[in-house]
């Protein structure tokens, strides 16, 4: 037989979703995914048990007409009503095997103009889905799938055998003897490399083994991949798109991608709450509905932008060199560098606004640099991309997660600078998600610190924190102008110095400062070399602005946008912003002067030269791109500063340091690079909305209509 597994990808893809009655809003939400990346199909369990419940026949009736709306539907008919079953359980083979044929009928019946296909049971060979404790010999199966198959294929719908995990060829073989497999049109296939499975056979020699086994029995059904995924619960996202591209090339005529999103933390998987972690993390999306990279790059930039993500990571001719051996183990993947190479500066976030610009001065100086990135935040794979495109060979990657301590001692180790930017940046994300955001800034550094404290000489650090370390500011007098807030005590005359209380605010606040005071903390009393910066308001060139984070480059990409901004205050709230170019001076001038600067705290940014209100830098945007910056004003935010300008007095007289970028040279070289940026791209101005939280694509300056301001 032909197999015809040369369509295009995006033909062959579906995705699974198993979906509880009642879940009315999630069924929805999953729709409107399959949508935005364009997927034609899902596979999805409708319960012979759940049919049996009270609430069974209205989700039916809902759901399967509701999913044909949108995709083809390939029902999974599974589980037994423990009513039915030999043992009072949904795994049990039933007292009647003809009982499933009927049931089959039934569902044909009502809603067989919804499916063409229909899948017989799932993982036969998993004791939670069928205990064959209760059928050692298969007998009641192949009873129950035979005559399942033969009155399905009577009424005219095509059959596809459930696939098994592992798939194992001495069971199918005897299938093919009893003759199941005859009354089948495909049989599936299970699997999940680098989760459960750590062979070395690709898909192609799996499948070829198994056409080798049909074709003993004069058999050809089609064969496809009906449940293979990949578990980010390591914070590997890049290896879910590395395994992603590679079942694309399977030759199979059907993938089925598992799965829609991550198992809620609140539910019990089917092999108990939480006995095995793997199981909570195979989602496109996470449970409260963020985008993985998966789903990100591929609703921004298609499959053609996955591949060419995974063609930079991973596969020569993308700007990185092959020199250095590729290490892909079971948490992340490292570039490795060749013995003669230096010693590389560790930039941690080192794919984020800043981390690029960093590595970029660096790799002009002739330095080496690692960056390590777990490419979770939108737009920095294009940084990377960018980084790699420019500077080939001497990018050296670890795409990894700052929550994994053993790849971060394994770069803090081979390390001579770190640079340690990686973190969670949002407010408004740490108000939603305080742990997640606790573990990302607190527990990853110490990760890097408790790293460090292991070497006899570990290498310098300089740690980015933030000015809202300090509070609401509360204690600083102001007087209001028609366009912004000054201070009244000729104290803060210069803005606001390192001698002012700690108070923080928000779960931001508190896990950044925590983190802040860990590293002063560490330099004390185990003497490891290490200062921190609290940083302003920073922008510049590869700065992906949202209304969250980045909040300079979000008013202007808004402006060239011609899209509104909502204001949270009055507006007249001031900061003092920085060009990055300054801040990498900065911090050069810090790591080379680390032995004067140990053990202490910065304020850094633009000083009083360079403080704007938001009323103000709108006036200058609008000056700039000659378009009007509509906005409307909302409530104030809690924590929100009405004025921070950083007095930077400390650390010039230590360094020589002062900001040598004006706000509208800084602008316009910011306006320049969004510019370029998008006719390089050909990035459109107009998109059509995904309904997915927090994320609407693409975030490479197509964000929509109303936005809001919420200036750090």
Known sequence: ????????????????????????????????????????????????????????????????????????????????????????????????????????????????????WVELWNEPNNLNDWDWHLDPDWNIFTDMIGMAAHWAKQRGKKTVLAGMCPTDPNWLDMMCSRGVIGLMDAIGMHGFPGTWEFDSHDWGNKVSQLRTLLDKHHLAPEIWLTEVGYSTWRHDEIIQVKKFMEVLDAPVERVYWYSGYDLHPHECHQDGFHEDERHYHFGLKAADGTPKLLYRVWAESGLQGLRHLAETVFHSGAGLSREPSTVLGEKGLTIVPPSSRKKPNLITGGAG?????????????????????????????????????????????????????????????????????????????????????????????????????QMDTPPSLLFTSTNKVYGALDNVELTRTHDRYHPTDPDFSQGISEQQPLDFHSPYGCSKGAADQYVLDYARTYGIPAAVFRMSCIYGPHQFGTEDQGWVAHFLIQAMKDLPLTLYGDGRQVRDILFVDDLVNAMLLAQDNMTRVSGKAFNI????????????????????????????????????????????????????????????????????????????????????????????????????AMSHAYIR
């Open 1 to 116: 037989m032909s197999i015809n597994y040369r369509k295009t990808a995006q033909q062959r893809l579906g995705v699974i979703e198993w979906l509880r009655p009642g879940e009315y809003q999630r069924a929805e939400d999953m729709l409107q995914d399959l949508q935005t990346l364009d997927i034609p199909r899902l596979r999805t369990g409708l319960s012979w048990a759940d049919w049996h419940t009270p609430e069974g026949q209205k989700w039916f009736d809902w759901f399967v007409p509701k999913v044909a709306k949108t995709a083809e539907l390939l029902p999974c008919f599974t589980y037994t009503p423990p009513s039915l079953g030999i043992e009072p359980k949904t795994s049990s083979p039933p007292r009647n095997p003809k009982a499933y044929a009927d049931f089959l009928d039934v569902m044909i019946s009502r809603y067989g103009r919804y499916f063409e």
């Open 605 to 704: 940014g633009g000083g009083v030269e360079n403080s704007t209100s938001l009323l103000e830098i709108l006036a200058r945007i609008e000056a700039l791109t000659g378009r009007s910056c509509p906005y409307a004003f909302s409530s104030w935010r809690l924590g929100d500063q009405k004025y921070y300008v950083t007095d930077t007095r400390l650390f010039r007289e230590l360094t020589g340091w002062k900001p040598k970028v004006d706000i509208n040279t800084g602008l316009e070289q910011l306006y320049q690079w969004i510019s370029a940026y998008l006719l390089n791209h050909h990035t459109e101005f107009n998109h059509s909305a995904a309904s997915s939280k927090g994320f609407t694509p693409s975030n490479d300056f197509t964000k929509g």
């Open 353 to 453: 606004f800043i981390g690029t610009n960093l590595a970029a001065r660096l790799l002009e100086q002739g330095e080496s640099v690692l960056i390590f990135d777990n490419l979770g935040r939108a737009g920095v794979e294009r940084n990377l991309e960018w980084l790699c495109d420019t500077y080939g060979s001497d990018v050296q990657l670890e795409i990894a997660d700052i929550r994994d301590a053993h790849l971060v001692r394994d770069a803090v180790h081979q390390s001579a600078r770190i640079f340690h930017f990686a973190a969670q940046v949002a407010v408004t994300t740490s108000i939603d998600a305080p742990q997640k955001d606790f573990d990302i800034n607190v527990r990853g550094t110490l990760n890097i610190l408790e790293s460090m404290r």
